[in-house]
Each structure stands twice: as structure tokens, then as C-alpha cells.
């Protein structure tokens, strides 16, 4: 167990909707990362907040969002959701120090019908 | 920006033969090079990373190796058993990039017994 949580753990819904994935970082840390994770590919950077701050964006959707509360807690929003969409979505975070290493969550499983 | 280029895309080699997973990326600054496994449908697991300023790391069967000069790093995996299948990504950290990690595409290890 990496101390990251993520819910819900699985998601069915259908195109056109919206839906919100939650993630609480470890204890501690004040980063955390969204990825996402198609059918048998690599992982996707998506965005990353900062203690309530964005940080970094990557290959994020614009019908994507995402925010970090002031609890640290981070959620991504995924709107006008397509076939395409279906994914594993991890979250992940790292330690408020120097250090590099990210702990992911168990990742939420959205199929988009 | 960094790119990381991971090879080869599917390893297959019978149980307790060793295997050997390759990286390079392409900024000299990078300085924290990371080993994820992921195991099917589970999220992805730091199992051993090196610093820029060490050659080598190891920890039981799993050891990294870090070669500057060249600009790669690889993974080997000694005395291989059937649990070690699963993908395993590599990953570097250029600095002054909010400790964002850059993915390599991941290597699909398959021991046969």
C-alpha cells in the first residue's frame, strides 16, 4: 500500500457524460501527478498541482480539469466523455522535499459505454 | 526537453536466467532515474531508482546500472522467477522540472518456466 487512495475504484458511464475521480496524497506530500493509462500503453502525464498550484501540464485534453484543495486532496474532471476516454487513471504524489520519487494510488478504472 | 527511449518493447526468458531492460534519455542534466513494475490491472511500483552522482544499485535480484557518458541506464534482473513478469517502465527526472518524471515506453517481461 503506497498511502495514496483514489475513488472510486471503477467508473462505468456513458459518452457525453461527466465525472469526477478524487485522490488523497500520502500523508505529507504536497505534490501530486494525474496519468492516464489506455489499454496496454504507457503512461500518460496528464497535470500536475503543487500545494494548490498547477505546476505542469502535459497531454491533457481540454475537456480535462483538474484541481488540488487546500486539504491537498486533488480531483480530475473529464467532461463531454468520448469512447476514447476509457482508461486507467492513476494519480500519484511525492514527498514535499527534494526528493523525486511518486507513489501512485491504485488507479480508478472509467469505461466510457 | 528530455526523452527517454526504453528497449526492447517485449523481453521473454526462461525462469531463472537473468534479464536486462535498457534506457537512454537525451538531457545530460537529467538526475534521478527510477524503475516502475507494473503488474496487470495494478499501479505502477517503485522497485529501485539511482541518482546521478552513483554508478550502481543493488537490492537482493534487482540491481540499476547509470552510465553518463553514454546517457543510459539499465535494469537487470537476476535469477528471474514467474512473478517477476509484469511491464516495467523506466523513467528520468530533468532538473527544474517540479520533480516531473519523464516515461519511457515500458518493457513487457514474460519469464516462461
Known amino acids: 500500500d503506497s498511502g495514496v487512495t483514489q475513488t472510486p475504484k471503477h467508473l462505468i458511464t456513458a459518452t457525453g457524460q461527466r465525472v469526477t475521480l478524487r485522490c488523497s496524497p500520502r500523508s505529507g506530500d504536497l505534490s501530486v501527478y494525474w496519468y492516464q493509462q489506455s489499454l496496454d500503453q504507457g503512461l500518460q502525464f496528464l497535470i500536475q498541482y503543487y500545494n494548490g498550484e498547477e505546476r505542469a501540464k502535459g497531454n491533457i485534453l481540454e475537456r480535462f480539469s483538474a484541481q488540488q484543495f487546500p486539504d491537498l486532496h486533488s480531483e480530475l474532471n473529464l467532461s463531454s466523455l468520448e469512447l476514447g476516454d476509457s482508461a486507467l487513471y492513476f494519480c500519484?504524489?511525492?514527498?514535499?522535499?527534494?526528493?523525486?520519487?511518486?507513489?501512485f494510488g491504485p488507479g480508478t478504472r472509467l469505461t466510457v459505454t | 526537453g528530455e526523452n527517454v527511449e526504453q528497449h526492447p518493447s517485449t523481453l521473454s526468458v526462461q525462469e531463472g536466467d537473468s534479464a536486462v531492460i535498457k534506457c537512454t534519455y537525451s538531457d545530460s542534466a537529467s538526475n534521478y532515474f527510477p524503475w516502475y513494475k507494473q503488474e496487470l490491472g495494478k499501479r505502477p511500483q517503485l522497485i529501485i531508482d539511482i541518482r546521478s552522482n552513483v554508478g550502481e544499485k543493488k537490492d537482493q535480484r534487482i540491481a540499476v546500472t547509470l552510465n553518463k557518458t553514454a546517457k543510459h541506464f539499465s535494469l537487470h534482473i537476476t535469477e528471474t522467477q514467474p512473478e517477476d513478469s509484469a511491464v516495467y517502465f523506466c523513467a528520468a527526472s530533468p532538473p527544474g522540472s517540479n520533480y516531473q518524471l519523464i516515461w519511457g515506453a515500458g518493457t513487457k517481461l514474460i519469464i516462461k518456466p
Open positions: 500519484a504524489s511525492s514527498p514535499r522535499t527534494d526528493r523525486d520519487e511518486q507513489y
